[in-house]
């Protein structure tokens, strides 16, 4: 992967709906040469996917909360994954180091929904204990990374 590369993935990222001509241009190629380096990157596993975004608010989604699962000591972690994704209002989970074995993100319309929720969260075997930070707002979120940032250059700017 080459700097013309992360430059079209970070159009893309910005951009899911760039044409090839547009992402041709950008990068100082034809629209042919931006649609095959594309295409490598697909088939590579780099780019997994496209997507809308959706502002959770305008689908009924208000409430928004960090859940901090904390496994009891004969948990099976793949097991607790599994159930978690088996809930629709989570909607990412994260395997992270610390006391708590994952980070999940739940999307819920009411913080009587929420409560429901966190029932279900707590129901699952290998739960031990939960905590919810609820989020008051949000500043960003799916930030797309600069075509410096993905190139690695992170932290050498001054």
Do not use: W
């Not at 190629?29 to 305008?58: F, M, Q, T």
Request: hydrophobic share 40%; proline share 2%.
């Amino acid at each position: 992967m080459d700097a013309i590369d992360r430059k079209l993935i970070a159009i893309l990222r910005e951009d899911g709906r760039a044409t090839y001509a547009e992402l041709g241009r950008a990068v100082g190629l034809s629209a042919s040469s931006a649609h095959e380096r594309v295409a490598k990157l697909e088939n590579s596993g780099v780019i997994v996917g496209y997507h809308a975004v959706v502002d959770p608010r305008a689908i009924g989604l208000g409430v928004t909360a960090l859940v901090g699962i904390q496994p009891t000591d004969n948990a099976d972690d793949e097991e607790v994954a599994d159930e978690l994704e088996r809930l629709a209002e989570v909607e990412s989970c994260y395997r992270v180091a610390g006391e708590e074995a994952f980070i999940v993100k739940v999307r819920v319309g009411t913080v009587d929904e929420l409560e429901l929720s966190l029932g279900r969260l707590r129901r699952i075997g290998g739960v031990g204990r939960t905590r919810t930070t609820v989020v008051l707002s949000t500043r960003f979120e799916s930030r797309p990374n600069s075509s410096e940032e993905s190139a690695g250059t992170l932290g050498e700017r001054e």
